[in-house]
Antibody, heavy 115, light 106 residues
Framework: EVQVVESGGGLVQPGGSLRLSCAASGFTFSSYEMNWVRQAPGKGLEWVAY????????SYADSVKGRFTISRDNAKNSLYLQMNSLRAEDTAVYYC????????WGQGTTVTVSS | DIQMTQSPSSLSASVGDRVTITCRASQSISSYLNWYHQKPGKAPRLLIYGASSLQSGVPSRFSGSGSGTDFTLTISSLQPEDFATYYCQQSYSTMWTFGQGTKVEI
């Protein structure tokens, strides 16, 4: 079965750090671009970051640039999002999504930034 | 950045109705336009990619059209399971942008 599963969310204080993971299975992970997308409570979808299949090309939303780092380990079929200097406005469900069309999404992992 | 504008932001419809949602891009995105729906507490699900291609497993009552800057999602006969929020999204750029969403309610 083709799937991606996010993990690593939790409660963190403002200014803190968190590392999210996305484990892929059922497909050739190294052949696909990947994205992180988030959704704040009661809000719409917001794209966060993109990484090419090899990891050589990376893009970030302006709202997270300089604070978040996307990476991948194709040998481990895993995608990561390192989140530093977290703010209250980063509170959201974070999803990983496969490819340019987003044809496969995980169930999401919840990040809450609060003191 | 490419801005995506959806309309309407919400609509009320009945089972069996034909429903149309529109999406406009701030610049030409060719056919790099995808449609998703999302139910509360669930992940988005891809319905249409490349503006008009039906994703595998998606019922044929869903269809998409358009190119350039103007796009449409049509549900030919609304079913109870279709009550959800719908989003358009451009993948012309690696920096995706989404429309603000259209909530389809009974």
């Amino acid at each position: 079965e083709v799937q991606v599963v996010e993990s690593g969310g939790g409660l963190v204080q403002p200014g803190g750090s968190l590392r999210l993971s996305c484990a892929a299975s059922g497909f050739t992970f190294s052949s696909y671009e990947m994205n992180w997308v988030r959704q704040a409570p009661g809000k719409g979808l917001e794209w966060v970051a993109y990484i090419s299949s090899s990891g050589s090309t990376i893009s970030y939303a302006d709202s997270v640039k300089g604070r978040f780092t996307i990476s991948r380990d194709n040998a481990k079929n895993s995608l990561y999002l390192q989140m530093n200097s977290l703010r209250a406005e980063d509170t959201a469900v974070y999803y990983c999504a496969r490819g340019r069309t987003g044809d496969v999404w995980g169930q999401g992992t919840t990040v809450t930034v609060s003191s | 950045d490419i801005q995506m504008t959806q309309s309407p932001s919400s609509l009320s419809a009945s089972v069996g109705d034909r429903v149309t949602i529109t999406c406009r891009a701030s610049q030409s995105i060719s056919s790099y336009l995808n449609w998703y729906h999302q139910k509360p507490g669930k992940a988005p699900r891809l319905l249409i990619y490349g503006a008009s291609s039906l994703q595998s497993g998606v019922p044929s009552r869903f269809s998409g059209s358009g190119s350039g800057t103007d796009f449409t999602l049509t549900i030919s006969s609304l079913q109870p399971e279709d009550f959800a929020t719908y989003y358009c999204q451009q993948s012309y750029s690696t920096m995706w942008t989404f429309g603000q969403g259209t909530k389809v309610e009974i």
